[in-house]
């Protein structure tokens, strides 16, 4: 404190020392007390408080008490501003909602879902039931609510939900706050967080467009929503609204440095699994080298040797196969995940196909031989009736 108050002295003394009285005086005084308030709010003066201590340091500076006015003036309003701060923080921290009471699960998480399975919604309850299993060992229980049931079950929830299921089975929701009627004008992987009250029991909405959407939503509670001690897990009534800045977000993924060439299918789903909850949405994943190429056999399964050094190699492939691929490459769109076919010479990408076969069959390196010929892609190619 007495730090603060020596820089403040000093502060008004230079300002004094060549500025004279008047309006500027007032001024100074002003930015004399302004320079007190942090070191005032984190230490309280048992003798008077923060009014005491201000003034007490104004008379102390010269000019004494002749405008002492605005002192007073400056104090009533700060201190209006501090009972609004203090009020609204106490709102907030009484507008939490038990997840957890003495180590027993306290609400339920509700999917609302389709008849068709839908595997970014697993994930979004997966990511708030496994997170409270975690902390504080209780098991939240699930209830999914087909699109086509007539209305939620009663009972706290956490609901996730798209808006074009929520606009079937909660309709009212879309029109309840202003969160609430934004959703509509998110991106396709936008969320909203929307906290209901009504009838003794809360309910928090996680909404999206999409279930990529929905599936950020989850995340984004999981992580700055839910907080309190092992037995009594709490989620904090916040309405929330967010849509993604960046349309690309993107990954270049390398697969043949180390071991990366031996991950198998299930590997890579983890790593995807990690990305789609980092944000990201798509993915440029290198295949040359693991994809068996009729044309190009000698492309497949080889490594760059330097002075007796590998240095990258498919050699170990774990995903040696198209159906490996075909897997990799659904699991991707399932988790709301563009797949693109990597490979070397990554700026290439906008040559034509002429350009880049010919780029490719002069390269020395095998790998890099391995971009896949434009040819060749029909044999990784999912057919629209295949994908889920």
């Not at 730090?3 to 230079?14: C, E, I, K, L, P």
């Not at 929503?225 to 993924?253: N, W």
């Not at 050094?309 to 198209?322: F, H, N, R, V």
């Not at 709301?336 to 034509?352: D, I, P, T």
Request: one cysteine or more.
């Amino acid at each position: 404190m007495a730090a603060h108050r020596t820089q403040a002295s000093v502060v008004s003394r230079a300002n004094y020392g060549h500025m004279g009285h008047g309006t500027d005086h007032d001024d100074v005084r002003s930015l004399t007390v302004a320079a007190l308030i942090p070191a005032v709010l984190r230490s309280p003066d048992r003798n008077g408080g923060v009014a005491t201590r201000i003034v007490s340091h104004c008379q102390g500076c010269r000019g004494g008490l002749s405008h002492l006015w605005i002192d007073s003036r400056l104090i009533t309003i700060l201190t209006f501003l501090a009972l609004c701060a203090h009020f609204s923080i106490s709102a907030q921290a009484q507008n939490t909602w038990p997840l957890t009471k003495a180590g027993k699960p306290a609400c339920t998480v509700v999917v609302v879902t389709t008849k068709e399975p839908d595997l970014l919604m697993q994930k979004a309850q997966e990511s708030i039931t496994s997170t409270v299993r975690r902390w504080s060992g209780a098991d939240l229980p699930v209830a999914e609510l087909k699109e086509s049931t007539a209305s939620l079950t009663p009972g706290p929830a956490i609901v996730l939900t798209t808006l074009e299921r929520l606009r079937t089975v909660a309709p009212e929701i879309e029109t309840s706050s202003g969160v609430a009627k934004r959703i509509a004008f998110t991106g396709d992987q936008g969320f909203a967080c929307v906290p209901i009250e009504s009838r003794g029991a809360w309910r928090m909405f996680v909404v999206g467009h999409t279930p990529r959407g929905v599936f950020n939503g989850a995340i984004y509670l999981r992580d700055f929503l839910i907080d309190g001690e092992k037995d009594h897990l709490y989620l904090r009534g916040q309405s929330t609204i967010r849509s993604p800045q960046m349309e690309g977000r993107p990954v270049y993924l390398l697969t043949i440095w180390g071991n990366e060439d031996e991950y198998t299918v299930q590997d890579w789903m983890t790593v995807f699994d990690n990305f789609a909850r980092d944000g990201m949405d798509r993915v440029y994943f290198w295949l040359s080298g693991h994809f068996p190429s009729q044309k190009f056999p000698q492309t497949y399964k080889v490594a760059d040797k330097l002075k007796g050094l590998t240095y990258d190699s498919t050699k170990d492939s774990g995903i040696p196969t198209l159906e490996d691929q075909r897997r990799l490459i659904r699991y991707a769109h399932d988790m709301g995940l563009k797949f693109y076919l990597g490979g070397a010479l990554g700026g290439s990408a906008l040559c034509s196909s002429q350009t880049l076969n010919q780029i490719l069959l002069r390269s020395t390196a095998p790998v890099m031989q391995a971009w896949i010929n434009p040819r060749n892609l029909s044999a990784l190619l999912i057919p629209r009736s295949a994908r889920r």
